[in-house]
Every structure is written in structure tokens, then in C-alpha cells.
């Protein structure tokens, strides 16, 4: 009876040692899941990078667009001021003129008169403004020399970067016209005058029409229109 007792004892210890049996969610990852899930995680790190990538360079070239847009706005705040400042010098130097690929003006400035020189060239336009000028002699000899800076190209007077071309028009008489031109067609209905002072007549109104290049981050033509008052 003892023996069979004590038999009987460790047969129930024995089960109870063993406790339940394992289920399935009590399994660890298998290796192929391992691997599955490292490749998930692998494909949405790369997407998400090349998300934001993406946002990043769009950001840029968001930035340099509105640089180049707030660049364009001083340029042209700043040619307006120079029509809005013409000076007449009573000089063969005439205060506006264009010869298709610069526009020279004489200005008003506290001290003097100032030549100032807009030029376009290899889709860049430039500007080169003068000292205060006192003389006549002044002038001519200061016409020459903003026209030879402009030609050697020095970056500081580059202003502004992207313009494929650009056209300026004159207002004579009742009519747009090319300011290349002398206003004898505009002026044709104004009644006699003699032909020096057709030459010289100065327009009432200027008009540029400016295209930018490709890839610049600016399209189409803008066009500007001014009242030109010559004191």
C-alpha cells in the first residue's frame, strides 16, 4: 500500500510540473517574419524619404523663385525712379534714349545730374549709373565711360539675371510706336515743324515689354507703362 501510494504521489507531481502546453500566440517570430517585416519597414523608410526629399527641393526652388520675383520688383521699382527723375540737360545729351539694346537717362540728383545706363545682354540686365555731373563736357565724357564699364561686364553691375529680351515703346502724339524710331509718324498730324525738332521730340509715355528666358522661373512678358515727365 505504501509503494503504491508513493508511486501514485510522483505520478501527480510529475503532471503537475510539466504545467499547460504551449499555444500559438505564445510562439516567438519566426526568421521569415523577421526578414518580412524588416523589409516593410525598409520600403516605407524609402518612401518616406523620398517624401520629404521631394518637399525639400520643392521648398527651394519655392525660395528662389520668390528671391528672383522680390529681385525683379527692386529692379523695377528702382528703372522707375530713374523715368520719374528725368532731367533735361539742354545738352546734345539727350535725356531718354534708346538705341535697342541700351536705354540711356539723365537724372535728377541732389548734387548734379546722373547718367544712368540700362542694358540687356546675354539675358542679364545691367545698370551703371554715374557720379554727380556738373558740365556739359561731363556728360559726353561720362556717356562714354558707363557704356565702356557695361561692355567689360563687371558683375557689380548686373541687376538682374533670366531676360531673354525686351522692346521698349514710345508714346507720340495719340500712338505707341517703336522708340527706335524718331516720332515723325506720330507726329505727323501735329501740325508743321521743322525737322530738328521732330528728331528730338521726347515721348509722353514709355512702355517695356520684357521676356524672360526659359528655366529662369519666370514666363510669359511683363510690360510696364510710365508717364515720362522731363523737368
Avoid at 31 to 55: F, H, N, Q
Wanted: hydrophobic share 45%.
Amino acid at each position: 500500500m505504501l509503494a503504491t501510494s508513493s508511486r501514485k504521489h510522483i505520478a501527480s507531481a510529475g503532471r503537475l510540473g510539466s504545467g499547460p502546453a504551449l499555444g500559438p500566440q505564445d510562439r516567438g517570430f519566426t526568421l521569415v517574419e523577421v526578414l518580412v517585416a524588416l523589409v516593410v519597414m525598409a520600403t516605407m523608410a524609402a518612401m518616406a524619404w523620398r517624401g520629404i526629399d521631394a518637399l525639400v527641393k520643392s521648398r527651394e526652388i519655392a525660395q528662389r523663385r520668390l528671391a528672383q520675383t522680390a529681385r525683379l520688383q527692386t529692379v523695377l521699382a528702382q528703372w522707375e525712379a530713374d523715368l520719374r527723375a528725368l532731367q533735361d540737360s539742354h545738352s546734345p545729351v539727350r535725356p531718354l534714349a534708346f538705341d535697342g539694346g541700351s536705354l540711356l537717362l539723365t537724372r535728377q540728383a541732389p548734387a548734379g545730374l546722373q547718367l544712368v545706363v540700362w542694358r540687356l545682354r546675354e539675358g542679364s540686365l545691367w545698370r551703371w549709373e554715374s557720379p554727380a555731373l556738373r558740365t556739359v563736357q561731363d556728360l559726353e565724357d561720362q556717356r562714354q565711360r558707363g557704356l565702356q564699364q557695361l561692355d567689360a561686364r563687371n558683375p557689380a553691375l548686373r541687376a538682374f539675371d533670366g531676360v531673354a529680351a525686351w522692346q521698349f515703346y514710345c508714346y507720340w502724339g495719340n500712338a505707341w510706336s517703336n522708340c527706335q524710331s524718331t516720332g515723325t509718324a506720330a507726329n505727323a498730324n501735329a501740325g508743321p515743324v521743322n525737322a530738328k525738332q521732330t528728331v528730338q521730340a521726347l515721348p509722353t509715355g514709355l512702355r517695356v515689354a520684357m521676356q524672360f528666358a526659359e528655366g529662369s522661373g519666370l514666363a510669359g512678358t511683363l510690360t510696364r507703362e510710365l508717364e515720362v515727365t522731363v523737368r
